[in-house]
T-cell receptor, first 114, second 109 residues
Framework: DVKVTQSSRYLVKRTGEKVFLECVQD?????MFWYRQDPGLGLRLIYF???????EKGDIPEGYSVSREKKERFSLILESASTNQTSMYLC?????????????FGDGTRLSIL | DAKTTQPTSMDCAEGRAANLPCNHS???????VYWYRQIHSQGPQYIIH???NNETNEMASLIITEDRKSSTLILPHATLRDTAVYYC??????????FGKGTRLSVIA
């Protein structure tokens, strides 16, 4: 079974802090994704990566950056956290070597910015 | 990517088949239909996907019409644990998933 692990289930940080959300997958997947989910707005794509050291902006990249130094790990960085970044953050991975494979998600990190 | 239309909510009696419809009338030839579900406070869970043939796995069946403009996800014997939001998504190749609002399925005892 694919395992996508997000480092924290719940996280509380303060406005202005630099926040790191970590995601690790154990299936040697090339593609990795970060989404946020908010009531009434659904899941929205922040950033994604098709391979190591590659990154692509999603629909809402402002205020975020990412790092993909190793294939199994994809980090989402909030450079200076703000209250409007309070949300559920979801990481996913997918094989890029084989076409039309499903994305598999972690259980999410519920982040509160105070 | 093609847009999808799903009912906002549905109810199903426990033990009965749950049939969740999805309209994707603008689907193009190389786009796949994916189904995911999200149980409260968990990440989305992959269920099944297909191109044009009907598909079945241990969780569900996917029926795609011959013109590919609509599909139905079938949970053959719904249980209370199947209560979730179900998302129908159409994408091509290795593009990222784009989630709509989905269908909230309530399985009732």
């Amino acid at each position: 079974d694919v395992k996508v692990t997000q480092s924290s289930r719940y996280l509380v940080k303060r406005t202005g802090e630099k926040v790191f959300l970590e995601c690790v997958q154990d299936m040697d997947h090339e593609n990795m994704f970060w989404y946020r989910q908010d009531p009434g707005l659904g899941l929205r794509l922040i950033y994604f990566s098709y391979d190591v050291k590659m990154k692509e902006k999603g629909d809402i990249p402002e205020g975020y950056s990412v790092s993909r130094e190793k294939k199994e790990r994809f980090s989402l960085i909030l450079e200076s956290a703000s209250t409007n970044q309070t949300s559920m953050y979801l990481c996913a991975s997918r094989s890029g070597a084989v076409a039309n494979q499903p994305q598999h998600f972690g259980d999410g990190t519920r982040l509160s910015i105070l | 990517d093609a847009k999808t239309t799903q009912p906002t909510s549905m109810d199903c009696a426990e033990g009965r088949a749950a049939n969740l419809p999805c309209n994707h009338s603008t689907i193009s030839g190389n786009e796949y239909v994916y189904w995911y579900r999200q149980i409260h406070s968990q990440g989305p869970q992959y269920i099944i996907h297909g191109l044009k043939n009907n598909e079945t796995n241990e969780m569900a069946s996917l029926i795609i019409t011959e013109d590919r403009k609509s599909s139905t996800l079938i949970l053959p014997h719904a249980t209370l644990r199947d209560t979730a939001v179900y998302y129908c998504i159409v994408i091509r190749g290795n593009t990222p998933l784009v989630f709509g609002k989905g269908t909230r399925l309530s399985v009732i005892a």
